[in-house]
């Protein structure tokens, strides 16, 4: 009986202790409010060491920046700028990019549009990790070393900047209105839709 009670205890210890090294082992990210606002590009990386400050760059996540029919011409031409100046985080731009691309393939067909991506997560942002938990404040630097370490990238974006561009034609407006829509839910900043037609 005392076997069995024992048994059964470290059963739920290591359940205990694996679900709480699980928690440990899953990718946090950081809210982007801290990082929206331009203050300054942090962008130098080279092959030389001396002129290389920026030593590790992270990796954006972005697949693809151009999809559909790139070869054919389209009829209209849809924008979507932003309306402020902010920084963009590049799995922002990359979620935008699969929820208003699956729309069009579904609805359009993969030859009956060209959607591409204008901006560029070139921004390197850092992050300075705050130890929690019980007897970090032993080893956490606080805010004495807080330049932080490379994190993500970002695009940093101005006030009327296109972030999407879209080609279609004219019997497939309302559906391309609708993926860029998609599109802005997905980002951080108010937008709007410029459509202009292509008389080139």
């Known amino acids: 009986m005392l076997l069995v009670f024992i048994c059964f205890c470290f059963k739920d210890i290591e359940n205990f202790i694996n679900s709480l090294k699980s928690l440990s082992s899953m990718a946090r990210l950081r809210k982007f409010t801290s990082y929206r606002r331009i203050e300054r590009p942090y962008t130098r990386i080279s092959k030389y060491k001396k002129k290389s400050f920026i030593k ?25 700028k932003s309306k402020s100046d902010l920084q963009i985080r590049h799995n922002a731009i990359e979620s935008a990019r699969q929820s208003s691309n699956r729309l069009l393939e579904k609805e359009l067909g ?36 807080s330049f932080g370490k490379p994190h993500s990238v970002a695009a940093q974006v101005r006030k009327g900047q296109t972030l999407f561009r ?29 459509t202009t037609e292509n008389k080139s």
């Open 110 to 145: 993969t030859k009956e549009y060209a959607l591409s991506i204008v901006v560029y997560p070139h921004h390197v942002t850092r992050e300075n990790p705050v130890a929690a938990g019980a007897g970090a404040d032993r080893f956490s630097t606080g805010m004495s070393h």
């Open 56 to 80: 590790a760059q992270p990796r954006h996540t972005i697949i693809r920046f151009n999809m559909g029919n790139k070869t054919r011409k389209f009829n209209y031409i849809l924008d979507l």
């Open 166 to 194: 879209l080609k279609v034609n004219k019997n497939d407006l309302k559906t391309a209105r609708e993926a860029l829509k998609r599109v802005q839910k997905k980002l951080p900043c108010g937008c709007l839709i410029e």
